[in-house]
């Protein structure tokens, strides 16, 4: 087993990473406070992993949520199922909430524990390579709004992560090439090497082998740590790992919530953004190629619907977390391992580079 | 104009108590960083103040949300409200929120500004008395649930609290009464001094005499900041502030969300934490007979509703936020203007408390 820790000061806490950590009790109990557990998971994971997971939790009081499946469900209304749970069992403010799922599972149970009684403690048990290298890592937790993604929500740390690559055995592919978008991410923003590293490890990934898995998940939960350790509420430099996600919850937006995985948007997103820096002078064209091929060699989409076109794009990216005074912020690269943020580019590039990165229109 | 400070290291802020101070744009501007503003009021107030509020903010680019007026709409689905206006009109996480109203309008503006991209900055203008001396000061912010009040929220500091005490010439009496209970409430919980005070004056706060009014207010922020700032998160001596409240919570919730008002519903409380500390034999019962007087003089309801009865009460308490493990967190008093938190009270004590505090039955 791997332990890395998010620095935090008094908030700090632990990443587990290994096979077979979910039922073991010994893991989670030093991060407990009380006696009352919720488990919230959904009706995707919880016939795999509740089972096992509710063995880690045997000596506490627990019940369980099972929310539907899906991101058009990250919503205050689903949400709700969560606060239900929690106070028709009587919860108090010394229990402790546990996100057994991906992404939304763990940002809405973040964010119903954000905001139960103004706060209480939470455990990720992330079992998507996507949320086990990002989302569990980092403390950001929210729902969605019809107008736009992620717009509801609150900076909340878990108490622990317990990542248990086992859980990902039974991750469907498209699942799991997501995952490796957000992998490749660290590696286009701060790690050279790790890109390399990917380039040649891909298809180990791929093929689901246990040690390049770890090794990859290992070193993004590091990359993630550091960074929010840096600056926590993302007044700087935790801002770089929106590489690619204001192009990419463009397309999640413009296609509609559900079509597209959130990783698969941040593939193309990334590649959007190596193209961007690429027509201002800033990316070799090399470079844009070694993106473009590492994620089409991850499986992952690199080119957005059809149907959105410049007009579109401009309309869902105007109302993007990263729009300051109107202006749009953009994560862009000097090279591959150095990302920046700026929002003086040409907005005739930014029109290329959407044109360029339609997909064929199906009609 | 009066000025306080609730100090918080870098998150401190000015509370500023004077007549007419609405409509001054230089009040708020030095805490505004943005150009965006959302005003958020409610179909009561707007009417009276918003022209007023908006003249201090007419050099931002201004909007404005009108909820409807009234305990029952502090939900989640009011909530959406202010986040569809703040989506609908592009706003930035550099907005700024501006509540404008009572307590229901200042809780939910400061929870849509928590939780709105993670957390915008907001100004607290509050127009009623029971707003002016508690809920715009200390930073709690939420919605309540069907299952119990408050219970779903975040701590949230505003960035300044102007309060305009021409504001109550406008409240009607039964509102004025009720801000009358938490004023009431500092002087039990810690300055005596206090109380002699508002025995010798209540006839003047009732006939609005401004400068009674000032001192009062002024006297009852202070208190608060300094008890936000001795304990912003309520680990300790903040609870203190909740004398009470949890069988006010339990009478608000037993008569129907609307049906009291918070502040009767803690005159009430507070008449009941006094006589169960008698009858614990902590209080003196000529110290219960003038905790009385007070309530019965500010015009406050001394009895709770007839139907409901120990086990009635006992049910709502039991979610209550200051349950531990089961048992109930009860502030009582030693002395008038010396409070302290226990849940080492004798139930059948607490029966006889509310049996001796129904009002006869109507029927």
Not at 26 to 38: A, M
Not at 128 to 142: I, P, R, Y
Not at 199 to 222: F, G, W, Y
Not at 262 to 290: F, I
Request: charged share 20%; aromatic share 6%; net charge negative.
């Amino acid at each position: 087993m791997k332990t890395l820790t998010v620095e935090l000061g008094e908030r700090s806490y632990p990443i587990l990473i290994g096979s077979g950590l979910l039922g073991e009790p010994e893991l989670v109990s030093p991060h407990i406070r009380g006696n009352q557990i919720l488990i919230v998971s959904n009706e995707t994971v919880a016939p795999l992993y509740l089972e096992q997971a509710l063995s880690a939790f045997r000596n506490y009081d627990v019940q369980t949520v099972i929310l539907p499946d899906g991101e058009q469900y990250k919503t205050l209304q689903t949400l709700d199922l969560i606060f239900d749970a929690l106070l028709s069992h009587h919860f108090d403010r010394h229990c402790t909430l546990v996100a057994l799922g991906g992404g939304v599972v763990g940002d809405m149970t973040g964010f119903a524990a954000a905001t139960y009684q103004r706060g209480v403690d939470f455990i990720q048990l992330p079992t998507t390579l996507l949320a086990q290298v990002d989302s569990s890592v980092g403390g950001k937790t929210g729902v969605n709004h019809p107008l736009g993604k992620n717009m509801i929500g609150a900076f909340h740390q878990p108490n622990c992560v317990v990542i248990d690559t086992a859980t990902l055995e039974t991750l469907e592919d498209r699942q799991f090439s997501a995952g490796l978008a957000e992998i490749i991410k660290y590696g286009l923003i701060r790690d050279q090497k790790f890109t390399r590293w990917l380039e040649d490890n891909m298809n180990n990934l791929l093929a689901r082998d246990t040690a390049a898995i770890v090794q990859a998940i290992e070193t993004s939960c590091r990359s993630k740590a550091e960074i929010v350790a840096a600056d926590e509420k993302e007044g700087g430099v935790r801002a770089l790992l929106n590489l690619g996600h204001t192009f990419g919850h463009a397309i999640e937006t413009g296609a509609g919530y559900g079509n597209w995985l959130h990783g698969e948007a941040v593939g193309t997103g990334m590649l959007m953004a190596a193209d961007l820096s690429r027509r201002q002078g800033w990316l070799g064209e090399s470079d844009v190629q070694r993106v473009e091929n590492l994620i089409d060699k991850a499986l992952l989409p690199t080119r957005a619907p059809a149907h959105m076109n410049y007009t579109h794009f401009m309309e869902i990216m105007a109302v993007d977390k990263k729009v300051r005074a109107g202006k749009i912020n953009l994560v862009l690269l000097r090279a591959i391992g150095d990302a920046f943020i700026t929002n003086e580019f040409d907005l005739d590039k930014l029109r290329e580079t959407i044109e360029a990165h339609r997909a064929l229109d199906e009609g």
